[in-house]
């Protein structure tokens, strides 16, 4: 069973920081691409920050200079660090882990996600 556990988020300032941090795991599955994603109320899910085994990142233009994504694959961990925060910055934002395992002679796996984490900046 795959298990994808968010942390950090919460309440802070206009230009000020916060850090969100999420952990993957699952007995021998390995984890290819991870990333946050945000949603606020009546709108769509969009993607904020993804990054591959390998290190590449994509950004969301809104987040691009502010937001770093970063990886530990020994842990099966990503980071996010969000600088410079706006109001507009303000949803619930969730981790997503794309993972797979050997099953007899295939492979199992698909999209797995966090419960979610808050972040809410104010003016």
């Known amino acids: 069973q795959v298990k994808v556990v968010e942390s950090g988020g919460g309440l802070v300032q206009a230009g000020g920081s916060l850090r969100l941090s999420c952990v993957a795991s699952g007995d021998g599955f390995s984890f290819n691409d991870m990333g946050w994603y945000r949603k606020v109320p009546g709108t769509r899910r969009e993607m904020v920050a993804v990054?591959?085994?390998?290190?590449?990142?994509n950004y969301a233009d809104s987040v691009k200079g502010r937001f770093t994504i970063s990886r530990d694959n020994a842990n099966n961990k990503i980071d996010l660090q969000m600088n410079d925060l706006k109001p507009e910055d303000t949803a619930e934002y969730s981790c997503h882990a794309e993972g797979t395992a050997p099953y007899g002679v295939g492979v199992i796996g698909g999209d797995y996600w966090g419960q979610g984490t808050q972040v809410t900046v104010s003016p």
């Open positions: 990054i591959t085994w390998g290190g590449q990142t």
